[in-house]
């Protein structure tokens, strides 16, 4: 697994401080695996998200909707958070909380917490669309992560995650037909992440339809797309740059003669400078600022993808993994400072990290 070079030692109360370049290694995996560990089995605070059909549903508990997903404040960051801890165990088997991580792990992946999981979807007025489609691609995702595993462990977790997974590619399935427009907010809805973590998946599965699907929707909605305003990136919360999502969708979906022209004609000088300006975080206590910090992230990972794809002698090849280092290392000593960003930056950190 490549490891990207960073800068980072830690201090004895356990948050990061920058130093000299050295690569992700199990101290550092240590620290930002106690992230999720914390997270995953606390209910409160909590973000439910849930649309009531009446009293009764209204006042059910995060874990009487979610019997696995309740912790991390919301759905969505628990499954990231799941997904985290299984990567982490797959590339640092001897971890030193190992058995903590197995019994968080062992607690969620019963099959019958899933079966329930996959019965939210459908059983309510709107919950077919709860957590459409960021939700979606990080449980494909955690699907994904389990069942590239030959390990034992990590298959009976992979067979018991299988109802859920079933339920949300059967879900996606339906709805990508009938998505006309795509959602290009910087935060959970956008279509380009989803799609993206989504084509993985497909490929991973083996699914040409689901796959065959994908590349005509990302064709149909970002094919054409020139000039893209970049340059009024970011808004106030956002954790993605929707240009960049679309354009790492699009470097794998195009081959690299057409995504480099693509490319050519994608972003325009002023819109290169925003991108790679780091985002300011004015308060990290500000549970919406604080998605900024996660957009330097994401930023990170969509650069050092798009990077593989373009020419040697394309400056902007060189450019983006030295911005991304840059977003890496500002940002990874603010993963620990408050619930806001700690219960789910470390997961897009570790992403960053481990799977570009």
């Given at each position: ?11 004895c109360t356990?948050i990061?401080q920058?130093n000299a370049?050295?690569k ?12 999720p560990?914390?997270c ?9 998200s ?24 919301d ?9 985290m ?6 590339v ?5 909380n190992k058995?903590?991580?197995i019994?968080?792990?062992n607690?969620?992946f ?6 329930l999981?996959?019965?939210y ?19 494909l995702k955690l699907?994904?992560a389990?069942?590239e595993?030959?390990d ?9 995650l ?36 989504a084509?993985?998946w ?10 065959k ?6 064709r149909?909605f ?11 990136e970011?808004?106030?919360s ?7 999502m ?8 195009l ?5 480099r ?11 290169l400078?925003?991108?790679c ?6 308060d ?7 998605h900024?910090d996660?957009l ?5 990972w969509?650069?050092?993808t798009?990077?593989?794809?373009l020419e040697?002698?394309n400056?902007?090849k060189?450019?983006?993994?030295s911005?991304?280092?840059?977003f890496l290392e500002k ?8 619930y806001?960003?700690e219960?789910?930056?470390a997961s897009?950190?570790?992403?960053a990290?481990?799977?570009?």
């Open positions: 697994m490549k490891k990207h070079l960073l800068v980072l030692s830690i201090c356990g990061f920058v370049q050295i992700l290694n199990q101290d550092i995996a240590l620290q930002l695996s106690r992230a560990l914390h995953i089995p606390a209910e409160f605070p909590n973000k439910t849930h649309l009531a059909d009446a009293p009764a549903d209204a006042r059910l508990l995060p874990s009487e909707l979610h019997p696995v997903f309740y912790g991390c404040l759905w969505h960051s628990s499954v990231h958070g799941h997904w801890l299984v990567r982490l165990l797959q640092y088997p001897d971890l030193p058995d903590s991580i019994n968080v792990l607690n969620s019963q099959l019958e917490k899933m079966q999981e996959a019965q979807f459908g059983k309510y007025t709107a919950s077919q669309n709860y957590e459409r489609t960021y939700g979606w691609a990080w449980l699907d994904q389990l069942g595993s030959q034992p462990v990590f298959r009976k977790w992979h067979t018991a299988q109802p859920l997974t079933e339920k949300i590619v059967g879900l996606w399935k339906a709805y990508l037909p009938k998505q006309t427009y795509p959602n290009r907010t910087g935060v959970h809805p956008n279509t380009a992440f989803g799609l993206d973590f084509l993985d497909a490929l991973f599965k083996g699914d040409k339809v689901f796959e699907a994908i590349r005509e929707k990302a149909y970002y094919g054409n797309n020139k000039n893209i305003p970049a340059y009024l970011p808004d106030g956002d954790f993605f740059s929707p240009s960049l679309a354009a790492t969708l699009m470097s794998k979906v081959d690299k003669k057409e995504f022209t693509w490319f050519k004609a994608y972003y325009s000088k002023e819109s400078e925003r991108i300006a780091l985002p300011t975080v004015s990290r206590n500000d549970y919406q600022i604080v900024l996660g330097a992230f994401s930023r990170a969509c650069m050092r798009i990077a593989k794809h040697s002698a400056p902007l060189q450019k983006f993994v911005t991304s280092d840059f940002t990874l000593p603010q993963v620990f400072s408050g806001g960003g219960h789910w930056l897009f950190a570790i992403y990290l481990l799977e570009t």
